[in-house]
């Protein structure tokens, strides 16, 4: 597993602009991507990707510090193929395209098990309807989703994955939606996961700050600029299916919405984990398959008494 670093800064007011920055850190054409945005005012943005550890990220940032100029930084892991092979579980994300769907679409949930607070525990009731304007994009891709975090398969992958004796879902119809109320099945299907994780240890990189204080299951959010890292305790896996969801949903609490004038409730949502032997069906081969796969997947993260950090199962 390696970290690597985007570092991204404007480079129109640097005297020399870009090479400044990049003569004296030594970062080639190789790292780096350059936009020149200037409409009006000259804008050139200019894009670093380094690994973490590599001795021109300090030279970067200190130069930068040096003329004063502002950065923006994020953080992602890219992990061997040992890695993803050896996992107990993987993050299902989404890399290619999401809908809007749900209630507003005709969807029905019952709430009668979900936390009042913040709504986790929500059950889908009904099929999925999603926008009808959406399904061009969606078409595009064998996995997408919604941005409800519901994830949708395309049906020769359903086909594969039934095949395959996969545990812990059951793969329901998809109907697009038009303005008029007509309802168009999808190739589409949707993962309808049943099995729930036990709370992820709290090592995992998640920030709490607003986490439901009823349930302490709902409103997690991601650390800004920082990779996703799920960590779970051996005991933890004892239940696993091949499909599961996270106990925690992610979202935000309601929140003023000044544009809108009104308190607005985003979406809210755990995330999917599934084993190697369903990335292994639901990944492209080759890279030309691969721009149709429309997800990617991230190893979950083992904490033990032997060890003192979380680590990774190799
Ligand atoms: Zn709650």
Redesign the pocket.
């Given at each position: 597993m390696k970290t690597m670093m985007d570092i991204e800064f404007h480079a129109a007011r640097l005297p020399g602009r870009e090479a400044a920055i990049l003569g004296p850190s030594g970062c080639g054409n190789d790292v780096v991507e350059i936009q020149d945005l200037t409409i009006d005012v000259p804008s050139i943005l200019v894009k670093i990707t380094l690994e973490e550890t590599d001795p021109r990220v300090s030279k970067v940032l200190t130069l930068l510090d040096q003329y004063g100029e502002e950065r923006w930084v994020s953080r992602w892991d890219v992990y061997t193929e040992d890695e993803l092979q050896s996992a107990p579980l993987l993050i299902l994300g989404l890399t290619g395209a999401t809908a809007s769907g749900g209630q507003e679409y005709g969807t029905t949930y019952d709430t009668s098990p979900?936390?009042?607070?913040?709504?986790?525990?929500t059950r889908q009731t009904s099929a999925l309807n999603i926008d009808r304007s959406d399904l061009n994009e969606i078409a595009k891709f064998r996995v997408a989703g919604t941005t409800d975090g519901e994830r949708l398969v395309l049906d020769v992958d359903v086909e594969r994955l039934l095949a395959a004796g996969v545990t812990g879902a059951l793969f329901w119809p998809v109907y697009a939606k038009s303005k008029g109320g007509d309802l168009e099945e999808l190739r589409h299907q949707q993962i309808f996961i049943e099995h729930v994780m036990p709370p992820m240890s709290l090592k995992s990189s998640l920030n709490r700050t607003k986490a439901?204080?009823?349930?302490?299951?709902?409103?997690y959010t991601h650390m800004m600029n920082e990779p996703i890292r799920f960590v779970y305790r051996g005991e933890d896996l004892a239940n696993i299916q091949d499909f599961n969801l996270t106990s925690e949903?992610f979202g935000e609490p309601p929140h003023f919405c000044e544009p809108l004038n009104a308190v607005v409730q985003g979406p809210r949502h755990p995330w999917v984990l599934v084993t190697p032997k369903v990335m292994n069906l639901l990944r492209g081969k080759t890279k030309k398959e691969q721009k149709y796969q429309g997800c990617g997947f991230a190893p979950i993260w083992i904490e033990d008494d032997s060890h003192d950090k979380p680590y990774l199962m190799t």
């Open positions: 979900a936390c009042p607070k913040c709504g986790t525990g439901c204080p009823d349930c302490g299951r709902g409103w949903w």
